[in-house]
């Protein structure tokens, strides 16, 4: 029990600071706020229709991803141990790959930022979003491309739970989840409120965009560690 909650706790909040996520989310808000200028109330539903639309999808992206490691863990059934150490250095190496953005940024980078190919596609669709409702089913297109650069902890996560049946690890996923979104409903209130303008965020995530892919990369790397040791 409390080696689940420091594995999910840990990729969960590695993942929950990736700017990429952030991003598309004060996209969604400046596209409702386009559409309807200084009705907040929009921003809050809205806000919290997409978070809510990617949270459903992430938790079905989960159970997919857990089926896939126990079908995968019925042909190799006495190398359970291998997979489970390839998923602490594949969380090493994600944490290494954030930690290099650090010291070496560049837009788009493999496996820790959205590509910059899909780009433009995510700014089009979210454009069409003028409600609540909108923003609820454009929520689950969008979180397709979220996948490259949001993925990897919740694939280490997912394989980790796969060993304890869908069913049980469904509360564990949904942690996650909650973990993952957090800092976008803090951010939906920090804009309805009036504490900062969607610009603001925005400009606070640009300046801050190293910092969060090493914050990102340490956590990363420290879970994949003890989980390559058997601490947890």
């Known amino acids: 029990m409390l080696e689940n909650f420091l594995r999910i706790t840990g990729l969960a909040l590695a993942d929950s600071v990736n700017p990429c996520?952030?991003?598309v989310l004060t996209m969604v808000l400046v596209s409702i706020l386009i559409e309807n200028p200084g009705k907040r109330k929009?921003?809050?539903l809205a806000g919290f229709a997409f978070i809510t639309s990617v949270f459903i999808g992430y938790l079905v992206y989960g159970t997919i991803i857990i089926q896939f490691f126990k079908v995968f863990a019925e042909f190799l059934r006495h190398s359970s141990i291998y997979v489970y150490k390839g998923l602490a250095i594949l969380a090493m190496?994600?944490?290494g790959l954030n930690i290099k953005d650090y010291?070496?940024?560049k837009k788009g980078s493999f496996a820790t930022?959205?590509?910059?190919?899909?780009?433009p596609k995510v700014k089009k669709i979210i454009k069409d979003i003028t409600s609540p409702k909108g923003a609820?089913?454009?929520g689950f297109i969008v979180t397709?491309?979220?996948l490259p650069c949001t993925m990897g902890p919740y694939i280490i996560a997912s394989g980790l739970l796969a060993e304890i049946g869908t069913l049980a690890a469904i509360p564990w996923l949904m942690y996650y989840n909650l973990l993952f979104v957090?800092?976008?409903i803090i951010i939906v209130l920090i804009v309805y409120f009036g504490f900062k303008k969607v610009d603001e965020v925005s400009g606070w995530k640009e300046r801050n965009i190293k910092r969060l892919h090493l914050v990102a990369g340490i956590l990363l790397f420290l879970v994949g560690v003890a989980l390559l040791n058997g601490w947890i």
């Open 21 to 23: 996520a952030i991003a």
């Open 42 to 44: 929009n921003v809050l």
């Open 93 to 95: 190496v994600l944490g």
């Open 103 to 105: 010291f070496f940024y």
């Open 113 to 119: 930022e959205m590509p910059l190919f899909m780009r």
């Open 136 to 138: 609820f089913t454009i």
């Open 144 to 146: 397709l491309f979220l």
């Open 182 to 184: 957090l800092p976008m």
